[in-house]
């Protein structure tokens, strides 16, 4: 072999080991769980993988798939299910429970992708997506909500003191919000003149009932504010002793 034909060579092989290396490193920091599987046997799998289903390094290698399946009816099936779509659609893919070494299932998406759709003994990359943090993160985003619908609730909340025996209504917070702008007196007119004149029979008979009855009710009706606008109003009552 000419010294020509030797540096070229030389030159193939060194851009060879760089492509090799460049995929590795690829494999090893992608953010997606990866096995490379032939024959259902574990050939690579990136040390990302390897840490969300709690092995060591290269542990997995060598195995067969059944070790990230909770049972043989389920490596089956799967397996079967996987092997068949992907050979006719070239893809398949699901949402479902790996085993991690120490037996506990983790939610997973998993994709799987034939090298040969004509032969699949050729061999197939899983791309693993771990779940369990995005359900965490679902389960944080729903309490957030919930805890901005709550303050939005509460600030639209009016807390009234009601003593009956004087018929006086003492309030925890500036009622202008529910009452309208207050009058130039200073003094709102009394609460019943600003219920909405088609509620006023049935908010008087639930007056009239507080009188001679402790119990806890809820009710709505509308008011009438000092502006003219009207409000739905619900209303829940509570007795202290």
Known sequence: MSQAARAAAKAQTTQADVALREHAALFDT???GVLIVRKRVIERCSHHLE????YGADELIGNSTRVLYASDEA???IGAQAYSTAQTSGRWEAEMNLMRKDGVPLPCHVQCTLFDRTAPENGAIFAITDLSAVTK???QL???TELLNLA???SHLLVTVWHINEDRLEWTADPERLLGPRPASGAYPVFRELVHPDDCAAW???RSQAFSD???FAQEYRVVRTDGEVRQVAVSRQYES
């Open 30 to 32: 992608s953010a997606l």
């Open 51 to 54: 840490s969300l289903l709690g």
């Open 75 to 77: 490596f089956k099936k």
């Open 137 to 139: 993160r679902q389960r």
């Open 142 to 144: 729903e309490h957030q």
């Open 152 to 154: 939005h609730d509460l």
């Open 204 to 206: 008087l008979a639930n």
């Open 214 to 216: 402790v119990a806890g």
